[in-house]
DNA sequence: GCAAAAGTGTTCATAATACACCCATGT
DNA sequence: ACATGGGTGTATTATGAACACTTTTGC
């Protein structure tokens, strides 16, 4: 810091933040996981978890050890969605915030979340007012989510590691808010070449039983291909 | 500052600064505007501009600051980019980084920056060795910039008031390194609708004679299609 | 046998690509 | 008259969307 200081002749510094954007999927629709927030201002409302940026670190670090402190998730990929600088976005005081976003299974990993955290699984559609900027902060999180489901196939993360397509189309639709074509969205996934099929059915949900598929190891995936129109 | 320390409890802060990427467009080839850095660490090496982002303005605002202060350039609309984090990405101590670029045409606003400020134009295919990461951050505005001019027509700043297909086929020829079919170029960029053909020509290229076009107001544009396919 | 999801196949509309060809005109 | 870039038209292929149809099996 002196260091630092003697250099560049004390320009101002900043606190600095990242905040987690949590999404999860559950009973065919698409949610997010809010926290009351912990301290002032805006103490006991619905909230992001966030954290400061530390000196020695990037922001991917520092959202990775916000996300584990607060949630003990770890290793979770995370993306990157935008900067939120407005100098009174904060009521208290100036904080300039670095949004990613997560996605996580609501099955194995997001109950004991609500025990243990306090937190709460809301579904997108209905979103409680959040503090700050951050209902704009989830907008963002949710065009991204959607530009990178148009590229990349999504599950990962979302889903159980063996699942079946209509699981997938099912998250689709809940993501995009539309309903993809039972027939076409198949063969459209399939055409990826993104996914293995399992000697394996899920019988759960019709009587024919649908095989379960997984997802190629990642080195094997490449995307060359549009996946969803975006308009 | 006192008052957010008292409500936030002395979380580290961190230097804040912004980067400009300035594209330029002369002579079928893209450029990328470069200055000799001013001060310490690393004076007299090729360098973006950048400068502190202050108590009370956003990002974006500091953006627009410093490229007034460095260049005179006013009004110049910019993309964000990204965000650069390493602890040790600048040698002079710790900054956190956010990157945008602009686009400007070099016939009418290039040739004074030279003198005045000391910049040089280089096409993107020479660059030199930029200081930090800069090479990086050029890089990442370039993929943004070819996305961007993927489903928005560019020109807008790079070329003249009014231009030709033809002008407007060598920027996209020279931003994404590859020839588009004249013919069909012509027809897709048409079928956007964002052009309005003038009662004038440009002979200075050939004997027939190539219409100019000019955008129509941004209030009548909107895109709905792809224009370039990015794999 | 029938309902219901799984899975396959067919058709039609649209968009991307390659490329042939006409136009205008200065030399 | 011909070379050159400007501009138009056409054939081929690839892709997307709509939807009919077949399979399987518990009830």
Redesign the interface.
């Known amino acids: 810091?002196q260091?630092?200081?003697r250099?560049?002749q004390n320009?101002?510094?900043?606190?600095?933040a990242v905040d987690c954007i949590i999404f999860g999927y559950e009973q065919e629709d698409l949610k997010l996981l809010l926290f009351k927030r912990q301290l002032?201002?805006a103490q006991g409302e619905w909230s992001l978890i966030g954290g400061?940026?530390?000196?020695?670190?990037?922001?991917?670090q520092a959202n990775q050890h916000v996300l584990k402190t607060l949630t003990g998730l770890e290793g979770i990929p995370m993306e990157?969605v935008?900067?939120y600088?407005?100098?009174d976005r904060d009521p208290?005081?100036?904080?300039?915030s670095?949004s990613f976003y997560a996605l996580i299974n609501v099955q194995e990993k997001g109950k004991e979340l609500e025990k243990q955290f306090g937190a709460e699984w809301f579904s997108v559609k209905e979103l409680p007012n959040l503090i700050f900027d951050h209902n704009e902060m989830v907008a963002d999180a949710l065009r991204k989510l959607r530009f990178d489901g148009s590229k990349t196939l999504l599950g990962h993360g979302l889903l159980n590691e063996e699942f079946t397509l209509s699981q997938l189309r099912s998250l689709y639709n809940s993501i995009y808010d539309k309903e993809f074509d039972p027939g076409n969205f198949r063969k459209k996934i399939l055409s990826l070449k993104v996914l293995e099929r399992l000697n394996k059915k899920d019988f759960s949900e019709s009587k024919k039983g649908a095989f379960y598929y997984k997802y190629k190891p990642d080195n094997e995936i490449e995307y060359?291909e549009r996946i969803v129109n975006l308009?």
């Open positions: 810091m260091n630092m200081q250099i560049y320009p101002p510094t900043h606190l600095v002032p201002p400061w940026v530390n000196e020695d670190c990037t922001v991917e990157q935008s900067i600088s407005k100098p208290g005081g100036r904080v300039i670095i060359n308009k």
